[in-house]
C-alpha cells in the first residue's frame, strides 16, 4: 500500500470548465480493466507539455511533439487520448504510424484534424499497440465524457499503481473562482527527466497562452523533476498542462503579477502532490524518503548529490531494512561528481539526528538514534555541504524484495 497517501474522495476533485472525460474498457492487454482514456477540450484551449529526455522515447511522445507544433495553425490541441497496457514503444514506424491512426480515429468522431489530438500510452515496451481495441473502444470512451470524471480517469491510467492519483486546488482570481484539477500514474521505471509516469493538469484560469510553456515545464522542475523510485527513465514520460479560459477573470499576461504568482503556486502544488503520490505509491515502497541538500554552489550541484543518495541501491535497501549503515549515505555523496567537494566540511543529518559533523561521526551521534527515525514511515535525510548558499530536495522511496517481485512478474 502507499506510503501515508490516500487518493481523495472523487467527489472533492473540482471540475475544470472546458474539459471532460470519458473511460473505457478497451481490453488493450487485459479484459475488465479501465484502460482507455479520453478527455476533450473546449474551443480556444492552449495545450502545452513536457516529455521525456530518453533519447528511445516513444511513438506517442514523438507525435505529440509532432502535433504540439502543427495544432496552434489548426484551432489547437482538442482532446487527448490515453491507453494503458501498451507504451507503443520500440515499435519503429509501425508504432508511428498506429499512433498516428489513433488520432485520426479520435479526431474522426469528434470533427476535428488529428494533429488536434494528442496521443499517450504506458505499459510494456517493445509490444505492437492494438490500435483496432482502441479505435472499437472509442465510442464508449466518448459517450462516457463528463467534467466530474477526473478521478474515474485517474483509475483508467494505471498501470502498475496500486491507488489512482489526483488532485484538485480551487483558488480567487478576480473575484472568480479558478480551478487547478489533476491527475498521474507512476510507481516504477521513475526518475524523469524533463517515470513510467504520465501526468495531466487542467484549469479554467484565463491566460496568456504564450505563458502556459513556460509554466508547465517550471512546474515540472518544481515537482516530476525531483522524485526517483529506481533511476530508470522512461520511454514515455510525459507531463501536460492545458488551460481552457472559461473562469471569466481578465487575462493574466504575466507570471510575476499577484494573480500570476497565485496560479503557478496553485499549478505547482497539485504537480507536487500527485509527484510524490508516485513516491509513496511506488513499487514495494515502505518508506518515503526526502533528500535535502543544502549548501551547494548552485541548485544543479545540490541535485547531483541528491540524486546520488536517491538512487543508490544500497541506500534504498538500508532503509527498507531499518539499517543506520549511513556511510552508504556518504560515500554517495562523495561519488555524486563533485570534482572540488571537501569532506571535511560535510554535515549529515536523519531528520533531528546529527550523524557525521567535518565530514566524520558526530560525537554524540548514537546508532539507537539512526535506527529510531528509520524505522519511521518517512524521513528526511539533510546533507549539509557548506561551499554555498544553494538547495533543493527530491523525493524517493526505498528499495524493498516486493520491488524485484513486481518487476520480475510485470508481464506475466
Known sequence: MPVNYCTPDFATLAPVAGVELGIAEAGVRKANRKDLVVMTFAEGSSVAGVFTRNRFCAAPVQVCREHLGAAPTLGGVRAVVVNTGNANAGTGADGLARARRTCAALAG??????????????????ETLPVERIEAGLPAALADRSPAHWGRAAEGIMTTDT????????LTLGGREVHVTGISKGAGMIRPNMATMLGFLATDAVVDPALLQPLVSAAADASFNRITIDGDTSTNDSFVLVATHQAGHARIDSLDSADGRALQAAVFDVARELAQAIVRDGEGATKFIAVQVDGGRTEDECRQVAYAIAHSPLVKTAFFASD???????AAVGYAGIDDLDQGLIDLFLDDVHVARQGGRHPGYQEADGQRVMKQAEITVRVHLHRGEASTTVWTCDLSHDYVSINADYRS
Open 163 to 170: 491507488v489512482p492519483k489526483a488532485a484538485s486546488r480551487t
Open 109 to 126: 468522431q469528434l470533427g476535428l484534424a488529428p494533429q488536434q489530438v494528442l496521443p499517450f500510452s504506458t505499459g510494456v515496451i517493445m
Open 324 to 330: 543506520p549503515n549511513l556511510g552508504r549515505i556518504l
